[in-house]
């Protein structure tokens, strides 16, 4: 019995979002160490003529999908009771079409998925765990219990690609590029296809690559793939993942030492879709203003993104100033006498200040109100370098990069103005998908 497990990081975007969606423009992500889990095995095959992939969540309420999987390419997949995970479908899908394995000589196959703690808000969930990992277990299933916004569902086909695939492709190695590309390019077919449209897909690429600078992929690449149940589907599915470049950039970033990057979780939740498709009615309504706009955001994004680069830079040129910056971040002392650290504060000010604009001139809250209050106050803490609302915005979440040392949840624990937020318990994480051993994820209690 083959037996194998994989897992994959959550993301935030710090700078990029909105732009993310256009290949010209570069973004930033941080990859975290909420990661989402699977592990699959195989029975042997018994000659008939089809087999099972069942997708278990124990802790969604023992959630389970059964599919099942006959015929040839194109192939069908049918969910036995009609229960509906369309992103757990999709990548059934793409892999049966991608890997075209025969029914007869396939044995069923089983995946459990698990998540770590970051992705949903706690509720009233249950911690259980082995002596290797924990994890909570909530008595919902898993469309009702509210996200944090890590990238779960980027997260979940990441895994579940790399998990299926690692049974038809027994070689498959995680710590290789090459196969890193097809478990990449399968997961933004399955994810896309799950979506409904394409976004810009910087979560499935952190959760393949990690933390990363994410310059997207042509999104007709997908849009011109025939349909699923179209003869031609498979074989333009495998040109596409494995003979096309995507000329995608995903080059591998890591925040400055003695930084991290610290999440509040302020429960409260937007939708994407809505946010996206507003701002893309401004944009159009007022262009080319937008696009003037878009290139001052796309401007701080960038000095952001050196101004990091050079604390790097810093860090190795000269390691005694660096720390005495570092103890002056810490200390709220009058840390903006270092040119990069007034960099950094003001391309995230001048990106700040137009996502603002466009807030009140589209009605999309990408930094309503409240999170600017939010965001000024959290820039007082000792500690902080800089702040913003991660992704699309919204009244999701907010990120600080703030110093190793720093601790941010005492500084703010009786202070009202922060009575919104719960600090997630988080870190930076540069690897993306990693392959476990299946033996750590035996019986949580
Ligand atoms: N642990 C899990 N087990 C099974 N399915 C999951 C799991 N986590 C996520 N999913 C699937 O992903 C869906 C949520 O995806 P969605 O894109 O709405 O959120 P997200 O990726 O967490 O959020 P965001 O894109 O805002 O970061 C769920 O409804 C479910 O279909
Ligand atoms: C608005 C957008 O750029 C970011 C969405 O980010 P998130 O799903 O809120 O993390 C859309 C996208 O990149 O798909």
């Known amino acids: 019995m083959v037996n194998r497990a994989f897992s994959a990081p959550g993301k935030a975007l710090l700078v990029g979002g909105y732009l993310v969606l256009d290949p010209q423009y570069r973004s930033y992500v941080v990859a975290l160490s909420s990661r989402m889990h699977a592990v699959v095995s195989q029975a042997a095959p018994c000659d008939e003529k089809s087999f099972k992939v069942t997708i278990k969540s124990s802790q969604f309420?023992?959630?389970?999908?059964?599919?099942?999987?006959?015929?040839?390419?194109?192939?069908?997949?049918?969910?036995?009771?009609?229960?509906?995970?369309?992103?757990?479908?999709?990548?059934?899908?793409?892999?049966?079409n991608y890997c075209q394995p025969s029914p007869t000589e396939t044995g069923d196959i089983l995946v459990e998925v698990y998540s770590d703690p970051g992705y949903h808000s706690v509720g009233t969930s249950m911690l259980k765990r082995n002596s290797y990992k924990e994890f909570r277990f909530h008595d919902e299933t898993i469309t009702k219990v509210p996200k944090t916004g890590l990238g779960s569902s980027a997260g979940l086909v990441t895994v579940l690609v790399s998990a299926l695939l690692s049974i038809f492709k027994p070689s498959l190695n995680v710590r290789a590029e090459k196969d890193l590309v097809t478990i990449h390019n399968l997961s933004q077919v399955a994810h896309c296809q799950a979506q409904g449209k394409v976004g810009s897909g910087f979560d499935v690429a952190a959760a393949v690559f990690g933390s990363i600078m994410y310059q997207r992929f042509d999104p007709e690449l997908i849009n011109n793939l025939?349909?699923?149940?179209?003869?031609?589907?498979?074989?333009?599915?495998?040109?596409?993942?494995?003979?096309?470049?995507?000329?995608?950039?995903?080059?591998?970033?890591?925040?400055?030492?003695?930084?991290?990057?610290?999440?509040?979780?302020?429960?409260?939740g937007s939708e994407t879709t809505k946010l996206?498709?507003?701002?893309?009615?401004?944009?159009?309504?007022?262009?080319?203003?937008?696009?003037?706009?878009?290139?001052?955001?796309?401007?701080?994004?960038?000095?952001?993104?050196?101004?990091?680069?050079?604390?790097?830079?810093?860090?190795?040129?000269?390691?005694?100033?660096?720390?005495?910056?570092?103890?002056?971040?810490?200390?709220?002392?009058?840390?903006?006498?270092?040119?990069?650290?007034?960099?950094?504060?003001?391309?995230?000010?001048?990106?700040?200040?137009?996502?603002?604009?466009?807030?009140?001139?589209?009605g999309a809250d990408i930094e309503p109100p409240v999170q600017t209050q939010l965001l000024d106050q959290s820039l007082n803490l000792k500690g902080v370098l800089t702040g913003m609302v991660p992704g699309a915005g919204g009244f999701d979440a907010i990120s600080l990069i703030v110093t190793d040392n720093s601790d941010i949840p005492s500084q703010t624990r009786n202070d009202g103005k922060f009575s919104s937020v719960t600090w997630l318990n988080l870190r930076q994480q540069n690897t993306g998908v990693k392959e476990e051993i299946p033996e750590h994820y035996d019986k949580f209690t």
């Open 61 to 96: 309420n023992s959630d389970e999908w059964n599919y099942m999987i006959a015929g040839e390419a194109p192939f069908e997949v049918r969910e036995l009771d009609g229960r509906k995970n369309p992103f757990a479908e999709k990548v059934v899908e793409v892999i049966m």
């Open 276 to 362: 996206v498709a507003k701002v893309k009615a401004w944009y159009d309504l007022n262009y080319p203003r937008s696009l003037d706009i878009y290139q001052k955001i796309n401007e701080g994004n960038v000095s952001f993104i050196e101004g990091i680069g050079k604390l790097a830079s810093f860090s190795k040129e000269s390691p005694s100033e660096y720390n005495c910056m570092l103890q002056s971040l810490n200390s709220g002392a009058d840390f903006e006498t270092y040119d990069i650290i007034k960099q950094i504060r003001q391309a995230v000010d001048q990106v700040r200040a137009k996502f603002r604009l466009i807030t009140d001139e589209s």
């Open 226 to 268: 025939p349909a699923a149940n179209s003869i031609h589907y498979a074989q333009a599915l495998r040109k596409l993942v494995d003979e096309t470049d995507w000329k995608f950039e995903h080059e591998n970033i890591t925040l400055p030492p003695g930084f991290r990057l610290i999440m509040g979780d302020v429960n409260n």
